[in-house]
């Protein structure tokens, strides 16, 4: 199966600072992640739609100063928590889609802390 | 407006009894209907697809889903449920040929000894 990695699993970071958090398609390319937020009980959010080699198409809502999405390659996207704040402390989890499907496969998720 | 109801947040059931889980959908356009688990701390594993073509579709861990299109309905089951299928499943939805999923609230399940 298409197998979707993150890196790194887990980040605690300061107020104010920027954390990375890199998607990886290991066995496949895709020209389309997404990204998602997930609150603790709930369902996932869609953040964001990135489209290797453009720009990320933002939801309704969601800072796109604040989260900054580069999709530099078919099988790397990646996330930036800018000028993190301790409301931005989430599950983020990202999700690739194999070229001829339509199910997203998902990386195991990032647990970021913003102490 | 799209969107994905899943009618229990919460199903409990005793081991190697049977299990539905309910999904009710809504869209204006043809569907693609997905169900994932997700286990603690993890990501989302795809248990099984609907595209087209048979309504019933088997997938991995011994679900299955019977699309009702006159329901738009996508529930899921199981015959014998086991302590490790103990986790979050969510039911998901694309719609109109595009990738974006619009996802349910989760029921949990709890298998109990």
């Known amino acids: 199966g298409a197998v979707v990695s993150q890196h790194p699993s887990w980040v605690i970071c300061k107020s104010g600072t920027s954390v990375k958090i890199e998607c990886r398609s290991l066995?496949?390319?895709?020209?389309?992640m997404f990204w998602y937020r997930q609150f603790p009980k709930q369902s996932l959010m869609l953040m964001a739609t990135s489209n290797e080699g453009s720009k990320a198409t933002y939801e309704q809502g969601v800072e796109k100063d604040k989260f900054l999405i580069n999709h530099a390659s078919l099988t790397l996207s990646t996330l930036t928590v800018t000028s993190a704040h301790p409301e931005d402390s989430s599950f983020y989890i990202c999700?690739?889609?194999?070229?001829?499907?339509?199910?997203?496969?998902f990386g195991p998720g990032t647990r970021l802390t913003v102490t | 407006a799209q969107s994905v109801t899943q009618l229990d947040s919460q199903v409990p059931v005793f081991e190697e009894a049977p299990v539905e889980l309910r999904c009710n959908y809504s869209?204006?356009?043809?569907?693609?209907l997905f169900w994932y688990v997700q286990y603690p701390n993890q990501g989302l594993q795809l248990l099984l697809k609907y595209l087209s073509g048979s309504t019933l579709v088997k997938g991995i861990n011994g679900f299955e889903a019977e699309f009702n299109k006159s329901q738009t309905s996508f529930h899921l089951r199981k015959p014998s449920v086991h302590i490790s299928d103990t986790a979050e499943y969510f039911c998901a939805m694309s719609s109109g040929g595009y990738q974006k999923v619009t996802f349910g609230i989760g029921t949990k399940l709890q298998v109990i000894p």
């Open positions: 066995d496949f390319q895709a020209t389309t």
């Open positions: 999700s690739g889609v194999p070229s001829g499907h339509y199910e997203q496969y």
């Open positions: 869209s204006s356009v043809s569907v693609y």
